[in-house]
């Protein structure tokens, strides 16, 4: 049984930071790409950003040079940090993963999701 389970979500003030972080465990072969989305209240979720297992990173562009995401290839997590933080980044944080279970099979997996709120 494959699991992506997040960490470090919370309130924080506008202009603050704060880092997620999600980790894979369960029987796999590998993982591909991996990344964040997030879903506001009343919105459909979106992409914020993704890595793929080389390394390359792509971001929305409402978070381009506010957000990082990185992820430790030998441990199986992805992370994000966040900062210049702005009301309009409170949602769900979900982390998302393509995971190759066995050979020529890649399946999606999604975490639980972390609330994010951003508010003085």
């Known amino acids: 049984q494959v699991q992506l389970v997040e960490s470090g979500g919370g309130l924080v003030q506008p202009g603050g930071s704060l880092r997620l972080s999600c980790a894979a465990s369960g029987s796999f072969f590998s993982i591909n790409d991996m990344g964040w989305y997030r879903q506001a209240p009343g919105k459909q979720r979106e992409k914020v950003a993704t890595i793929t297992s080389g390394g390359n990173t792509n971001y929305a562009d409402s978070v381009k040079g506010r957000f990082t995401i990185s992820r430790d290839t030998a441990k199986n997590t992805v992370s994000l940090h966040m900062s210049s933080l702005k009301p309009e980044d409170t949602a769900v944080y979900y982390c998302?993963?393509?995971?190759?279970?066995?050979?020529?099979?890649?399946?999606?997996?999604w975490g639980q999701g972390t609330q994010v709120t951003v508010s003085s």
């Open positions: 998302s993963a393509a995971i190759r279970v066995r050979f020529g099979v890649v399946l999606p997996y």
